[in-house]
């Protein structure tokens, strides 16, 4: 007979049948979908990988590739930080990164790397930006498809006041 009187062991949760599935807040389905429309633009703007090849040469599947990482909200929706990479190339990028900068710095220089740099500092993005940054991409989108031939190179900060539209041709 045990002689030890403790407190009852608690009793087990029972677990949830739904393991691994990660709930997505509204916020986060909202940057899904503005990274989509971002990813068309690109894509359609850029028509193929924009890196050299590699010596196995181009995959066929073609990716938005971000020189600042997409987890640094101040460039996330900055159409000259993603360009269309195949996924060798995104892939090589991870680990060798200079082939992908050396060419942005060949296209559109050092300072607007540095502009980069500076711009992926900003704390969040908040929703309602979020929802601007949709909008306004939409926009962009839409014009793309009427003029194939154009390029939109916008900063997050002219897509998200709306002033790339003062720019456009």
């Known amino acids: 007979m045990n ?3 403790g407190k009852p062991k608690p009793v087990k949760k029972e677990k949830s049948k739904k393991r691994g ?31 050299p090849a590699p010596e196995k040469g181009h995959s066929s599947i073609l990716q938005a590739g971000h020189i600042i990482p997409s987890t640094k909200p101040g460039t ?3 159409l000259k930080n993603v360009h269309a990479q195949c996924s060798a190339c ?18 559109f220089g050092e300072e607007e790397k540095l502009r980069l740099g500076i711009d992926a500092e900003k704390v969040s993005l908040k929703t309602y930006e979020v929802l601007e940054i949709i909008e306004q991409l939409t926009l962009i989108h839409e014009k793309q ?3 194939p031939d154009w ?14 539209k003062n720019e456009a041709n």
Not at 151 to 164: E, V
Request: glycine residues 6%; hydrophobic residues 40%.
């Open 90 to 107: 995104n892939g090589r990028h991870v680990h060798f990164e200079y082939y992908y900068v050396d060419w942005f710095i060949e296209k």
């Open 145 to 147: 498809k009427l003029n």
């Open 21 to 51: 599935v990660k709930k997505i807040s509204s916020r986060g389905s909202l940057i899904k979908k503005a990274h989509a429309i971002m990813r068309d633009i690109v894509i359609m703007r850029d028509g193929s990988c924009v890196c």
């Open 3 to 5: 002689t030890k009187l």
């Open 76 to 78: 996330r929706f900055d």
């Open 151 to 164: 390029k939109p190179y916008f900063s997050q900060k002219d897509i998200l006041s709306g002033a790339w």
